[in-house]
DNA sequence: AGCCAGGGTCTGC
DNA sequence: GCAGACCATGGC
């Protein structure tokens, strides 16, 4: 919990929680629209709010000035999770210190600075992730709101958990039919039985070493090296790994030939994820 | 109509 | 190990 107060001064209102100072140099919109997580929406302009779910958990985030107010959250628990998710105790500005020592990350900074990684829920990034292949970000959101809406416990707020491998299991390929998933549908199955029957051991790989980590992950059905490698950023914080989709590989010819500068490798995917931002929304490529 | 999207699998060499 | 076909779906 000291940490917690150590980069983050906390007010309680009767609205909820205010972390003052915590949206200074953190973006909500950046972070939560910027294809890691997708059950994310804005509820409002202005104010900016955003209502989400995570795991088994849902808020809204506001941000107001430089604060951030997490509605109706009162216990330490709740305020630890979100904390802890919106990755709020790294020092990020540390990190873009050595990444601007890079002309084109500079660039990509300033125009989009202020995106966090999250640390989301490893079995929830796992089959998010799945369903990402080959797929566009839009389509990505309307499957895995389907998937959680027929399948995630009902929460005390009227929203819905993700659904948990036990039950995903049990599911024949007909009943996921509604969720317009095309091929990916056997992957998502046989990923959850496979887990449901710790056939691997989602606890004991999070604590894997990277490499072995991401060699376990591909045993999964639709897991290959990508989708390996997005499921250790987000649902892993392994800030190293470097996800490689089409819009990266765009940047990685144009940009970094030979990769990434040594310095970067420990925040390539930091980096990444802000130059994939940048390479979408800056027109840098005219479509190849 | 054809191409593209946070790709993976399977086959054939 | 590596290229190429194939894979549902929906937006443009």
Redesign the pocket.
Known sequence: MKHILQKNVIEQTREGTILKGAAKDFSLALTLD???AFRWRRVSEEPEIWQGTAARHTVRLEKRGEDLLLHAIFQMEELTFWVHYLDLEQDYQAIWRILSEDQTMRLAYEQFGGMHILQQDLWETLLT?II????????IRGIVERLCEQWGELLPDGSHAFPTPQTLARLKEEEL?PL????RVP?LLGTARMAAEGEINLDELAVLPTDEARRML?R?????????D?VLLFGCHRLECL?M????KRVMREFYPQGFPKYALPWAGVA??TL?HYA?TAALFD??
Not at 132 to 139: E, L, Y
């Open positions: 910027c294809g890691q992730f990402s292949a080959n797929n566009n970000i839009p389509r039919m317009r998933a095309g091929y992957y591909m999964f059905p639709g897991v290959g090296p990508k989708v390996a997005c996800p989709d089409v819009w990266m990444q994820q994939f979408r479509k190849k």
